[in-house]
């Protein structure tokens, strides 16, 4: 298992490299924006505290874009044949690929947990943890979703339905937006309303009930896509 996570490792080293680098900048951006920002007498840190979830977020979509080399490397029929050959089989390369990504999920979280410690030293007010891990696991339950599609059908068209896929879900939100009930919304102060919500009980029982809800997820996504790897097989390399 060691050497397919190694090996995943090593084929998506740019992208890695490229995702980090973003991190770094993007944290950059946030702590000396920080340090400038607070020194301002007119500085209101609940209007402020919403970057650093959306730059959270983007860091994320970033990175499931950068990484459909992890499956792209992989659509071959001569590694295919080398993999089936291996002890671990068809079972080592699927559980390669969760494990590779939860590692690379993992250290986009630290990246961004990073920086967000760095920035509640300056401004205790700016914590934004809740967020971090509340987009973690997002993230988590979308990529469970989402790879058994790259594994079956690889990973440009798998994330090609992916992307239909949020492509929906945000339309949906969209035509609620437009014509939902939105009264609980207060529109004279919109970010307050959205940091009351994060801060609400309702929310931190949400938030202590995904992490188990995404584990599960995950789990089921990996015996899902172990069942239909085979088939998937049969199209690499054609």
Known sequence: MSGHIFKNLYLCKSSIIFITIMGLLCSGVCIFATVFVSSSPSFDPQEYSIV????????FFLSDISFTALFTCDERSS????AASAPSAAKGQVLGKYYTLLLLN?????????????VSLIVPELNS???????FVIFMIYRS???????RFGGNK????GGVVAGIVIFTVIVYMLFGDLSFVDWDDPIGAILKWLSGEWFMVVLAVL????????????RVSLKIYPKGAENYGQ
């Open 145 to 151: 979703l989402s790879i058994p599609f790259c594994i």
């Open 106 to 118: 993992v250290w986009i979280t630290f990246i961004c947990f990073i920086s967000d410690m760095i």
């Open 158 to 161: 798998g994330l090609a339905v």
């Open 52 to 59: 650093f979830p959306i730059v959270y977020f983007f860091l």
């Open 79 to 82: 590694w295919v044949s080398f």
């Open 129 to 135: 943890l809740m967020a971090l891990l509340f987009i």
């Open 211 to 222: 992490p188990f809800l995404a584990a599960a997820l995950y789990y089921l996504s990996y």
